[in-house]
């Protein structure tokens, strides 16, 4: 079963660092999703990509996270520098990304954060 | 924007008792309503979705209603077992390809054998 791929699944950084996570998300997969999860909520967007272009950026703290997806495939989330309350469980998703409304989002395992 | 909220935090039931989860959502435009389990350590996995234009889907032992003019949908769970054990989320969005999906808070629950 086609699954989406996350490294590195867990990071320990110190503040003012610069930390990346990677996601390659299902074959054919045209839609692409960074969510941020803190401890004990669930999770929240940060950025929706439709193959390379951005959709949603909206919840994105653009003065220290990045985001790209070049070719339209992989994925980088970037942060820099780091922050404390950067901490959380940081989650890809994809999904078909057709034209019906609502569509299943398959998870990758996540990339736990830990910022000291 | 959408909010979601669920209900309760913590659910704690015997083994082959049924379990619900409650969420309500404030955007009537909302379309799709899915359900998510995530285990410790995993992302979350998809068990069961509806969309507006249906009241009630089954799947074996779990089953989710709608109620769109309250706006308010359940989760129900029968005949508990320890592996349903997690933490459930539920999800509203609208729009197509799933733009913007605001996630309830979750609900862990424990199944005690």
């Known amino acids: 079963e086609a699954e989406v791929a996350q490294s590195p699944r867990y990071k320990i950084t110190e503040k003012s660092q610069a930390v990346a996570f990677w996601c390659d998300p299902i074959?054919?997969?045209?839609?692409l999703y960074w969510y941020r999860q803190i401890l004990g909520q669930g999770p929240e967007l940060l950025v929706q990509?439709?193959?390379?272009?951005?959709?949603?950026d909206s919840q994105l703290p653009k003065d220290r996270f990045s985001a790209e997806r070049l070719k339209g495939v992989d994925s980088t989330l970037k942060i820099q520098p780091a922050e404390l309350g950067d901490s959380a469980m940081y989650l890809c998703?994809?999904?078909?990304?057709?034209?019906?409304?609502?569509?299943?989002?398959?998870f990758g395992p996540g990339t736990r954060l830990l910022v000291l | 924007g959408e909010n979601v909220e669920q209900h309760p935090s913590t659910l704690s039931v015997q083994e082959g008792d049924s379990a619900v989860i409650k969420c309500t959502y404030s955007?009537?435009?909302?379309?799709?309503f899915p359900w998510y389990k995530q285990e410790l350590g995993k992302g979350p996995q998809l068990i069961i979705d509806?969309?507006?234009?249906?009241g009630e889907k089954k799947d074996q032992r779990i089953a989710v209603t709608l109620n769109k003019t309250a706006k308010h949908f359940s989760l129900h769970i029968t005949e508990t077992q320890p592996e349903d054990s997690a933490v459930y989320f539920c999800?509203?969005?609208?729009?197509?390809?799933?733009?913007?999906?605001?996630f309830g808070a979750g609900t862990r629950l424990f199944v005690k054998a």
């Open positions: 998703a994809s999904s078909l990304g057709g034209k019906r409304d609502g569509e299943t989002q398959y």
């Open positions: 074959s054919g997969h045209a839609t």
């Open positions: 990509f439709q193959d390379e272009s951005v959709v949603d």
């Open positions: 955007d009537s435009a909302s379309n799709y």
């Open positions: 509806i969309r507006s234009n249906v």
């Open positions: 999800a509203a969005s609208k729009g197509t390809g799933g733009f913007k999906t605001i």
